[in-house]
């Protein structure tokens, strides 16, 4: 499907307020591509999907990936704020034609994150973040901040989701530890 005609059905199918934040992040994507040395329309290109299935059901979401061999665990499987990455990636390889493996992958981990990310699936996982559209206390820091150092912003990113589900003591996905404990390490021990 050519872009677009992959916009306008996300203008169509997605909410007003949340078509307005995958502008943010496909422009946000583009401009991290640029500065960090990504290909700027792959990076736009998932930046535009990277929530085509947010707004689905669960049941929706979960019968999505049924289909597909994901070996993915219980805890993601039960809510659409962690299913909606790799439902997503299903989503836009069928319904869009997109086979870019970097791309799909860069969509089904946006919201976790993982350890060991490649730069497409940061530059997503943090447009997703600071794109214009957002707004909670620290935002304004981050995007400082990722003018200067993508993995610092990175891990300041992780801290304040982890921080902010502590708070609410809401369930923390493995995964999400680990991206952040791998990207420490790395940032202490470069190799
Ligand atoms: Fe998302
Ligand atoms: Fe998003």
Known sequence: MELHQIQKELAERL?????????????????????????????ELAGWIHDCAKEMSLEDMQALVRTENLSLDAPVLKSRALLHGPAGSVYARRHFGITDPDILSAVFYHTTGKPHMTLLEKIVFLADYIEPSRDFPGVEELRKMSGQDLNQTLIAAYDSTIRHLAEQHAYIYELTLAGRNALIMEEHNPS
């Open 15 to 43: 909410s007003a307020k949340r078509f307005r934040h995958t502008c943010g992040v496909a422009a946000s994507s583009r401009q991290l591509a640029e500065q960090y040395g990504a290909d700027p329309d792959q990076a």
